[in-house]
């Protein structure tokens, strides 16, 4: 209850603080690109590709219509905003609306109740791999506590933190152009030579690789053996049927660098680092400057000092930057994480009263993480995830009404994925009449697709990444929960045996950390090769809805990797007619 009221009054002090209404157009249209100067088909967001950003002060009440100028369906989710009371405005296509239709139109109502930095993005099939996103920035209220004062020397030194942090610099670093890592839709391809590439793979796959007779492509792919493709050995895998060019044949392209100009006179800089990747994770790191990590996922956390930190796919981390170095332009650095592809982009941060405004990023001799994002020497420090502490969010409770283990990994086919071993979720489902609509929550939807919950009970999920022996390995799954955050209470290797967390606890107590459990909405499982692993988070059920469950690599989640869950089937919400029977206008 001590829980529910600390979010309570949070929501109250921030309903007083900002009542304003604040209103945004998006028109989706489709043209033809080049952000890492090679030309492709694309969305664009008012003519501009990221998509304008959605700046909003916590408290406000918020109106995003969206016209469809696409020649397909689409929708926008607004992801990590837990639309609390208005779950029709999530943008999940089968669940809280439908598709908006060639031509057609959404009016989008919400309330920023959080603070932080979140993002908007397509979810129509893979439309975000098309472009479809851009950032939202939602400046904290006067009431809420910030966690500058516990690294500042002096109250100006604070100030400056807190100036920095509402003047942020957001950086949004994606893949949507298969050989290029983009930083604010700039980036370029890099074909560093074949020996430079050999040089920097990571000691297991180097391993697998020579035991094959084999090495990567000039793109830094992984071979095009069945192996390489599936992470084991499945049927209807045929290598031949990939295009040309996909995975060798690297061409590169000019130098196309995003700048990220700051004052250092100001003292510091806040960067809000958004992974709007799709299919790969970054190593991010900026030349000559530690980066204080202050909030991940839109919530303030104890600050760390990092000199780099691994970002999954959704996530988001704002860093303090100390402006303390010559004037100059240092590189920052996107190494993908990822074994698929040995792949880096590059940005740079430029200081205003620097001669120079575009770094050059083959200078490695400030440089903590190299091309194929190992650091570079042992004295670089990187952000361990057991170490994300939130700064002012009350431990979970453990009076947790019930658990679902769901058993992930690939299903049938290399290309298929499952939550729950039993079933895949199929892209049919975003035709489905949305679930929110329905009269009966208790029996809605698909049974082996669907948790059901109570409203204000505590519910753990837990995680299981599974092998087979057709099946060895499995990549890291970002997974992500609309609606609310959620708490990252644990993690472990092998299969979880146990029924309960509680169980679990007992046998296995240092594999839990629920006091000081991490607060996100995103929950990303560890790589896994020839043992299970498991992840588990809890969250609280405050907000009944038809919400979604998924692995964010956008090729799992068209592959199946997703799961409906209808919080508070006890309390369903009525929904407005404006959506029931229409667009929201």
Same mark, same amino acid.
């Given at each position: 209850?001590?829980?529910?009221?600390?979010?309570?009054?949070?929501?109250?002090?921030?309903?007083?603080?900002s009542?304003?209404?604040v209103?945004?157009?998006l028109?989706?249209?489709?043209?033809v690109?080049?952000?890492?100067?090679?030309?492709?088909?694309?969305?664009?967001?008012?003519?501009?590709?990221?998509?304008?950003?959605?700046?909003l002060?916590?408290?406000?009440?918020?109106?995003?219509?969206?016209?469809?100028?696409?020649p397909?369906?689409?929708?926008?989710?607004?992801?990590?905003?837990?639309?609390?009371?208005?779950?029709?405005?999530?943008?999940?296509p089968?669940?809280s609306?439908?598709?908006?239709?060639?031509?057609?139109?959404y009016?989008?109502?919400?309330?920023?109740?959080?603070?932080?930095?979140?993002?908007y993005?397509?979810?129509?099939?893979?439309?975000?791999?098309?472009?479809?996103?851009?950032?939202?920035?939602?400046?904290?209220?006067a009431?809420?506590?910030?966690?500058?004062?516990?690294?500042?020397?002096?109250?100006?030194?604070?100030?400056?933190?807190?100036?920095?942090?509402?003047?942020?610099n957001?950086?949004?670093?994606?893949?949507?152009?298969?050989?290029?890592?983009?930083?604010?839709?700039?980036?370029?391809?890099?074909?560093p030579?074949?020996?430079?590439?050999?040089?920097?793979?990571?000691?297991g796959?180097?391993?697998?690789?020579?035991?094959?007779?084999?090495?990567?492509?000039?793109?830094?792919?992984?071979?095009?053996?069945?192996?390489?493709?599936?992470?084991?050995n499945?049927?209807?895998t045929?290598?031949?049927?990939?295009?040309d060019?996909?995975f060798?044949?690297?061409?590169?392209?000019k130098?196309?660098?995003?700048?990220?100009?700051?004052?250092?006179?100001?003292?510091?800089a806040?960067?809000?680092f958004?992974?709007?990747?799709?299919a790969?994770?970054a190593q991010?790191?900026?030349?000559?400057?530690?980066?204080?990590?202050?909030?991940?996922?839109?919530v303030?956390?104890?600050?760390?000092?990092v000199?780099?930190?691994?970002?999954?796919?959704?996530?988001?981390?704002?860093?303090?930057?100390?402006?303390?170095q010559?004037p100059?332009a240092y590189?920052?650095?996107f190494?993908?994480?990822?074994?698929d592809?040995l792949?880096?982009?590059?940005?740079?941060?430029?200081?205003?009263?620097?001669p120079?405004?575009i #770094?050059?990023p083959?200078? @490695?001799?400030?440089?903590?993480?190299? =091309?194929?994002? +190992?650091t /570079?020497? *042992? %004295?670089?420090?990187?952000?361990?995830?057991?170490?994300?502490?939130?700064?002012?969010?009350?431990?979970?409770?453990?009076?947790? #009404?019930?658990?679902?283990? @769901?058993?992930?990994?690939?299903?049938? =086919?290399?290309? +298929?994925? /499952?939550? *729950? %071993?039993?079933?895949?979720?199929?892209?049919?489902?975003?035709?489905?009449?949305?679930?929110?609509?329905?009269?009966?929550?208790?029996?809605?939807?698909n049974?082996?697709?669907?948790?059901?919950?109570?409203?204000n009970?505590w519910?753990d999920?837990?995680?299981?990444?599974?092998?087979?022996?057709?099946?060895?390995?499995?990549?890291?799954?970002?997974?992500?929960k609309h609606?609310?955050?959620?708490?990252?209470?644990?993690?472990g290797?092998?299969t979880?045996?146990?029924?309960?967390?509680?169980?679990?606890?007992?046998?296995?107590?240092?594999?839990?950390?629920?006091?000081?459990?991490?607060?996100?909405?995103?929950?990303?499982?560890?790589?896994?090769?020839?043992?299970?692993?498991?992840?588990?988070?809890?969250?609280?059920?405050?907000?009944?809805g038809?919400?979604?469950?998924?692995?964010?690599?956008?090729?799992?989640?068209?592959?199946?990797?997703?799961?409906?869950?209808?919080?508070?089937?006890?309390a369903?919400?009525?929904?407005?007619?404006?959506y029931?029977?229409?667009?929201g206008?």
């Open positions: 209850m001590a829980i529910l009221l600390h979010f309570v009054a949070l929501a109250l002090l921030t309903a007083i603080a009542c304003k209404q209103q945004f157009a028109n989706l249209t489709w043209g690109g080049s952000p890492d100067g090679n030309p492709r088909e694309m969305v664009f967001m008012n003519g501009q590709f990221p998509g304008p950003q959605l700046n002060t916590q408290g406000d009440s918020v109106q995003v219509s969206v016209c469809n100028f696409l397909v369906e689409a929708t926008v989710h607004f992801h990590g905003i837990e639309q609390q009371d208005t779950p029709w405005s999530d943008g999940t089968g669940l609306q439908k598709p908006i239709q060639p031509g057609g139109t009016l989008y109502k919400w309330t920023a109740t959080q603070y932080g930095q979140y993002w993005h397509g979810h129509v099939a893979g439309l975000v791999q098309d472009g479809l996103y851009g950032p939202i920035l939602i400046q904290p209220s009431y809420e506590k910030c966690p500058f004062s516990t690294i500042a020397g002096s109250p100006s030194e604070e100030q400056a933190m807190r100036n920095a942090e509402k003047n942020a957001v950086v949004m670093v994606s893949d949507c152009c298969v050989d290029s890592i983009l930083v604010n839709g700039k980036g370029s391809v890099f074909c030579p074949q020996s430079t590439l050999n040089s920097l793979l990571i000691p796959l180097a391993m697998l690789l020579q035991a094959a007779n084999q090495t990567i492509s000039d793109k830094g792919c992984t071979p095009m053996s069945q192996g390489a493709l599936t992470q084991g499945f049927n209807n045929d290598p031949n049927a990939v295009p060019g996909l060798s044949g690297c061409k590169t392209t130098d196309n660098q995003a700048v990220i100009e700051v004052d250092p006179s100001a003292g510091w806040s960067l809000n958004v992974s709007a990747l799709s790969k994770a991010v790191s900026i030349d000559n400057h530690k980066m204080y990590i202050y909030a991940v996922d839109g303030y956390i104890q600050p760390q000092l000199d780099t930190f691994l970002m999954y796919n959704g996530e988001r981390y704002s860093a303090l930057v100390k402006l303390d010559k100059g590189t920052m650095r190494a993908n994480n990822i074994p592809q792949i880096s982009g590059y940005a740079t941060l430029a200081y205003s009263n620097s120079t405004k #770094s050059d083959n200078n @490695l001799s400030a440089a903590a993480i190299n =091309y194929g994002g +190992q /570079t020497s *042992n %004295n670089v420090k990187s952000l361990v995830a057991s170490s994300i502490i939130p700064f002012n969010i009350p431990s979970p409770s453990n009076d947790v #009404s019930a658990t679902y283990i @769901l058993n992930m990994g690939r299903f049938g =086919y290399n290309w +298929q994925w /499952t939550m *729950n %071993n039993i079933s895949t979720y199929p892209l049919s489902l975003e035709d489905q009449s949305p679930l929110l609509y329905t009269s009966s929550p208790s029996t809605a939807g049974a082996s697709l669907t948790i059901r919950t109570q409203n009970t519910i999920i837990i995680l299981q990444s599974t092998i087979a022996p057709s099946n060895p390995a499995q990549p890291p799954h970002p997974i992500h609606g609310n955050k959620g708490y990252l209470i644990g993690s290797s092998g979880f045996v146990w029924p309960t967390v509680a169980e679990a606890q007992k046998a296995t107590p240092s594999n839990f950390n629920i006091p000081k459990a991490s607060y996100r909405d995103s929950f990303t499982t560890a790589a896994i090769l020839q043992t299970p692993g498991w992840t588990a988070f809890r969250y609280h059920v405050t907000n009944p038809a919400w979604l469950l998924h692995c964010h690599i956008q090729t799992h989640l068209m592959g199946g990797m997703a799961l409906q869950i209808l919080d508070g089937i006890d369903w919400p009525k929904s407005p007619s404006e029931s029977n229409g667009n206008y």
